[in-house]
């Protein structure tokens, strides 16, 4: 089958979680046999530095090559946009249209592409892409939610980017296939949309076996921004003096841009601001256990899966387990009270055996959830 899958968000340098979902899923597909194709809508920021958006836009292309398409949002239409988002915030609590940054021209270069390929499917990404599907006449169309944007600004606590519920059910019903990364939205989904078939399809994470190290080290990778950063305030303030108190030796290794974002973090005892990881695989081999404190957001909770693709013992705040897969015999420990958190490390720092089970929990728990995500998108291209 001939795939387009159309996104403003490039797949490469893949440094944030939307770009390492998009790639997963056009690997996925491509390791099942498809023709993939990328069509990236560059929409450049009027202040932002031109070299970012070179490096994205050539690092891109060179992955994609020949099955690399590109549509230039022109200057225009990104000060109307501008001007739109002043609008939204000052006068509509930052609540969106459905097609208030759907970009001019699109529907004409998904058809001229349609015409040379004959395409079998079309995959967009985010529901402000979803007037394109009332526009072209690709027969599967599909759109990969990333999250789930209704009223998110109550659902995270503070004003950020959101539209209604009747806003997000009019996108998810102009698009016949929902993919959604989490539990909790494939059903909230398919209740606003209920003739669409929803898939959960999670993510990819490659399991990386790793030795154990045998410390008292914990290790958190981040990047900047602010429901890290809350994340990061709760575990200090509330559960690592805890732990220190019981393990004067422990050492909490904090790695990626959040060190920049949080210059402060260098002032608490016991903590390690490493910066910029460019091997994650040597961060996380540094400790055995590795946390994901975040208790705000919405979507995939990526941290959480890349630390058990690292091999490592993973406790989060109970946020960061919501909507996962097999939530149940996920191999996770979860508690937002300190004295739960020390009383587990007792337990994993006191015997290499508890380590080992759980390293061997986690490669059973990545395949089992491969093997579904797999079967998931079986399912879409044979619908």
């Given amino acids: 089958m001939k795939i387009l899958i159309v996104s403003k968000c490039p797949t490469h340098p893949t440094d944030a979680g939307n770009r390492q979902g998009i790639l997963a899923q056009a690997e996925t597909l491509k390791r099942m046999g498809c023709d993939v194709h990328f069509l990236y809508i560059e929409e450049r ?24 398409h590109l549509l230039k949002v022109t200057r225009l239409q990104k000060a109307l946009f501008n001007l739109n988002m002043r609008y939204r915030k000052l006068f509509c609590h930052w609540h969106y249209h459905v097609d208030d940054n759907y970009p001019w021209g699109l529907e004409k270069m998904v058809n001229a592409l349609d015409n040379k390929y004959h395409f079998d499917i079309c995959i967009i990404n985010y529901y402000y892409l979803s007037k394109l599907f009332i526009q072209i006449n690709i027969p599967k169309k599909a759109i990969m939610t990333h999250d789930l944007i209704a009223y998110k600004d109550i659902k995270v606590g503070e004003p950020t980017l959101c539209i209604t519920a009747d806003t997000e059910a009019k996108a998810m019903q102009r698009c016949p296939h929902i993919f959604a990364v989490q539990t909790v939205e494939a059903d909230y989904f398919q209740m606003l949309s209920p003739k669409s078939k929803v898939y959960n399809i999670f993510g990819k994470f490659d399991y990386t076996p790793q030795p154990v190290a045998g410390n008292h080290n914990i290790v958190f990778l981040s990047g900047g921004n602010g429901f890290n950063q809350n994340g990061i305030r709760w575990f200090l303030k509330e559960v690592f003096p805890a732990i220190r108190n019981r393990f004067d030796d422990a050492q909490l290794l904090i790695g990626g841009s959040i060190c920049k974002a949080m210059p402060g973090l260098k002032n608490y005892d016991g903590v390690d601001v490493q910066g910029y990881v460019d091997d994650p695989a040597a961060f996380y081999a540094q400790a055995d256990v590795c946390i994901n404190p975040c208790y705000q957001g919405t979507g995939l909770k990526i941290k959480t899966f890349e630390a058990i693709s690292y091999d490592k013992v993973t406790m989060v705040h109970p946020h960061s387990m919501e909507g996962i897969y097999d939530k149940d015999h996920a191999p996770l420990f979860a508690s937002d009270k300190a004295e739960d958190w020390v009383r587990f490390l007792e337990k994993i720092w006191g015997s290499t055996r508890a380590i080992e089970d759980i390293k061997k929990r986690d490669k059973e728990y990545l395949e089992a959830m491969e093997k579904f995500v797999d079967s998931e998108y079986k399912r879409f291209l044979d619908a």
Wanted: proline content about 4%; charged content about 40%; aromatic content about 16%.
């Fill in 45 to 68: 920021g009027l202040k932002t530095p031109k070299e970012q958006y070179d490096r994205d836009l050539n690092e891109t292309e060179a992955y994609w090559g020949d099955k690399f």
